[in-house]
């Protein structure tokens, strides 16, 4: 027993991605995910340089231990760069215990709790029509759930889609704005809290009047309002019966949130750039929110994830995994196993990727009705094509910031 090799990847088919490959002595191999959207090489070093020599010699078998020897063992403990190497070592480990027991991962999770996963999708438009048009579009995918960003009149760009974490403007595809260049800094967009307080209420009024009201959709704030704001849009939206408002303020002040429960009964979603249980500890406590967002990838894997949502099921709290394409096909296959075994599963997030990524990860997981599965296959069920990645390089890629009117930096 015992890991002999542990390689890290980086790959960037339609935006970077850093994986995982771990190696045993009987030549079983486990994939994990690393990757840290406009940061992926800080983990690249954290793993190259800091965790990989520890790992070589391990006990492939002992998860809990290595998860809990990488947390402790560093001194320095927390944060995104350390949660997300070890959560790719978690993975990967338990994509290799998984293959030798000759069963899907999730089985060994507790077995299915469902029979699929229901996702939604990003709709978005600078315009209605536009956005008429994305929601029609995903609802033609098989979408059942719909996330509905807009454009705020007055601003340049369509806020809350990394130009440079999306396929299309990966691919090239140029919004109105000036997107992220892959290799440029970071771009500046605009921001402007009361033009977009004022114009999101008519957005719904207006989607709900064309969609109907069964149709389940969400709402990103994306980390943008102060809580008095958060809660006046939380109120605002109150009518049109939103699935969830999704990082309505930061939330590194988790007290915050107790002044938007005070004023709002739209559920509240929390936490795609939350990497531990301790991020969540009085927001789960409080029943400040009613879903947790974090990701396997940014939450310490499968491990420390699972941990942290059987501590939200106690407060009726569900999961939202983050799924945008700077989640790998890896870590997507992660969160659809964990998702399926638990019982307090929400809903998961499923941008598609782009055509290149899916020729350097090939995936057993499938996309039918609405509903995402993992798959049977053993293990996660994703192999990664090591000459197909070697094809592309590391481009360096920013988020966007965003600055106010009088050049403030505000949360992008
Ligand atoms: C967004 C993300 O999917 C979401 O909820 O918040 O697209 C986010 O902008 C990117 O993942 C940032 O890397
Ligand atoms: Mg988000």
Not at 54 to 71: A, G, K, S
Not at 139 to 153: F, H, I, K
Not at 397 to 412: E, M
Request: proline share 5%; glycine share 8%.
């Amino acid at each position: 027993m015992g890991i002999v090799a542990a390689e890290v990847i980086v790959t960037s088919p339609d935006r970077n991605f850093v994986t995982l490959k771990l190696t045993t002595d009987e030549g079983v191999t486990g994939l994990g995910d690393a990757t840290l959207n406009g940061r992926e090489l800080a983990v690249v070093s954290y793993l190259r340089d800091h965790v990989v020599p520890l790992l070589i010699d391990r006990d492939e078998r002992n998860i809990e231990d290595t998860w809990q020897f990488l947390y402790r063992g560093a001194y320095w403990r927390r944060g995104p760069v350390t949660m997300a190497a070890i959560a790719a070592v978690d993975v990967a480990l338990w994509d290799i215990k998984a293959k030798r027991a000759g069963m899907p991962l999730y089985q060994l999770l507790g077995g299915a709790s469902r029979r699929g996963l229901l996702a939604y999708g990003h709709a978005s438009g600078k315009s209605l029509d536009e956005l008429f048009d994305s929601i029609r579009a995903h609802l033609e995918q098989g979408y059942r759930a719909v996330r509905v960003q807009t454009g705020v009149p007055g601003l340049a760009a369509i806020y809350g889609i990394a130009s440079n974490a999306t396929t299309a403007a990966n691919a090239g595809v140029r919004y109105d704005h000036e997107p992220a260049q892959r290799g440029a800094l970071a771009v500046q967009e605009d921001w402007d809290t009361r033009r977009y307080l004022r114009h999101v209420p008519t957005v719904f009024e207006a989607v709900r009047h064309e969609f109907g009201p069964e149709l389940p959709l969400l709402h990103d704030g994306h980390h943008r309002m102060t809580p008095i704001e958060a809660a006046q849009l939380g109120r605002s939206l109150e009518p049109y019966d939103l699935f969830w408002l999704e990082d309505c303020t930061p939330a590194e002040n988790q007290e915050a949130l107790r002044l938007v429960r005070q004023h709002t009964t739209t559920p509240l979603a929390i936490g795609e750039i939350f990497n531990t249980i301790w991020d969540y500890q009085l927001i789960i406590r409080e029943q400040l929110i009613d879903y947790v967002r974090s990701a396997v990838t940014h939450a310490g894997g499968i491990t420390h994830l699972k941990r942290l949502l059987e501590y939200a099921a106690q407060y009726q709290i569900k999961s939202g995994m983050h799924g945008p394409t700077d989640v790998s096909p890896v870590g997507m296959a992660a969160a659809l196993h964990l998702g399926l075994a638990i019982h307090n599963f929400g809903i998961q997030e499923y941008m598609t990727h782009g055509a290149r990524t899916n020729e350097v990860f090939e995936q057993s997981f499938t996309w039918r009705d609405g509903y995402l599965h993992p798959g049977d296959e053993p293990g996660l069920g994703v192999s990664l094509n090591v000459d197909e990645a070697g094809k592309y390089p590391y481009e360096r890629a920013y988020l966007p910031y965003n600055r106010l009117a009088d050049g403030t930096v505000h949360d992008w």
